[in-house]
């Protein structure tokens, strides 16, 4: 079993910074594609970012181009998910995700790919 843990979210104003780390209990993280991804009130989960095993691809949803960044580091068994100039909108609950056994480069998008889900972090950003 495979225990996926969030943290580092919050509230904070437009404009600001957030990272999030995702924290595996696994043996070998490297084995794992990891997601993220978000849902806001109301509204169905959504992606967010995707990172390739190694790390060495990472793929984005247009919403957060270029505000976020996703990273892991495989000895840490950790992924995060660097957040920058925050707008309301990306207001939701924050999950991260591991799709085990994933060709090395492929960075899965689609949420029934994966198979293991944290229990998700809150992020609010005020207007």
């Known amino acids: 079993q495979v225990l996926l843990v969030e943290s580092g979210g919050g509230m904070v104003q437009a404009g600001g910074s957030l990272r999030l780390s995702c924290a595996a209990s696994v043996r070998i993280f490297s084995r794992y594609a990891m997601g993220w991804f978000r849902q806001a009130p109301g509204k169905e989960c959504v992606f967010v970012a995707a990172?390739?095993?190694?790390?060495?691809?990472?793929y984005y949803a247009d919403s957060v181009e270029g505000r976020f960044s996703a990273s892991r580091d495989n000895a840490r068994n950790t992924v995060y998910l660097q957040m920058n100039m925050l707008k309301p909108e990306d207001t939701a609950v924050y999950y991260c995700a591991a799709d085990r056994d994933v060709a090395s480069m492929e960075i899965p998008t689609l949420q029934r790919v994966y198979d293991y889900w944290g229990q998700g972090t809150q992020v609010t950003v005020s207007s």
């Open positions: 990172i390739s095993r190694s790390g060495g691809r990472v």
